[in-house]
């Protein structure tokens, strides 16, 4: 049986390394590192993502809360603010936000998404 006290240590599962689709990106070459801990499967996921600096269009068909853990990033809404992003932040994205994520500092946060 698995422990049901799982701590979010990325020592604890592989990396994945990624990047946004090259017809989403407007500027830079951001690397996205992941360390995904928790994968119940059924849409809930739990991990840790990690950026360099660049910016992309992002869409979200899913529910996101993360914490910023380190970094810099402005994440805004199409139609919408810039809202600066930093260590310390926690934030609620849902289903429908459409918009663009610019890391200026390479940013790390805590996430959790429900798909």
Do not use: C
């Amino acid at each position: 049986m698995a422990p049901l006290l799982l701590k979010i240590d990325p020592a604890s599962v592989l990396m994945e390394t990624g990047s946004p689709l090259q017809e989403r990106v407007i500027a830079g070459a951001p690397v996205h590192r992941t360390w995904n801990i928790e994968d119940t499967g059924d849409g809930l996921y739990a991990g840790i993502w990690e950026s360099t600096p660049g910016e992309w269009r992002v869409e979200y068909t899913e529910w996101e809360y993360f914490h910023v853990l380190s970094g810099i990033s402005v994440l805004t809404e199409d139609g919408g603010d810039a809202v600066t992003l930093g260590a310390g932040d926690s934030f609620v994205i849902r289903p429908g936000f459409k918009g663009s994520w610019r890391v200026e500092e390479t940013t790390r946060k805590h996430y959790v998404i429900r798909t």
